[in-house]
């Protein structure tokens, strides 16, 4: 018999979201209870558990703890009992990459964020937030022309809606202003509406993505 976790998690960490759509798709929420980390907070049980001091950690019932999001979902994967959302079989690999690819747009869109939010005024760098914002558009560009199907749930789209919603309340019109989903739209709409719709369609394959969304 599976026993409880903890998931220190913080949010609108893209990365703890998709850890929470994981647990949603595989029925886990009463074994797992949810726990609010302070990053950069010496006491904060997270940073005991994890040397790193990332979110999101999942401690396990019997000791020890699973970082980063990829592990925890790999293993959510491993105990859940509903359709598994890691790739198997002859293009395993290549759905894999693309996964890696929409954590690479991740990381490129929190550093613009870090970089807009928290570096003070007089040290703010335009250079990093161009080349971060470079690295993001064609990245997406990319799944422009490579649309990860939407036949079942998977990592790959999982992933990379979660990641266009972070866009939307993260990389908009004005990134220090607001924390409502629908009161920010993302700069990345308006050059890659067929993601548009595509998000659209992936909320009707995945009901419960907007229970999981941290911005309403």
Known sequence: MLKRMTL????????CRKVDVVIEH???????????????????????????GKIP????????????????IEYLDEIGSSEKILPSGADKYLKLTEAKLVAGITDAAVLVVYESRLRPAEKFCQEIVDMQMAKLNKGLCWFVENLPSLQKLNIVNISLAVLLEYLDIRINA????????GQNIGQWRDDHTVLVAWL????????????????R
């Open 26 to 52: 595989h029925g886990l929420c009463g074994l797992v209870d949810i726990q609010n980390a302070k990053t950069h907070d010496v006491n904060d049980p997270l940073e005991l558990e994890n040397p790193l």
């Open 57 to 72: 950690t999942l401690l396990l019932a019997k000791g020890g703890a699973i970082y980063d999001s990829e592990v925890i």
């Open 8 to 15: 220190l998690h913080n949010t609108p960490s893209p990365f």
């Open 200 to 215: 659209e369609e992936f909320n009707q394959l995945c009901p419960y993505f907007i229970k999981t969304c941290p911005y």
């Open 174 to 181: 004005d990134v220090k202003n607001g924390t409502k989903l």
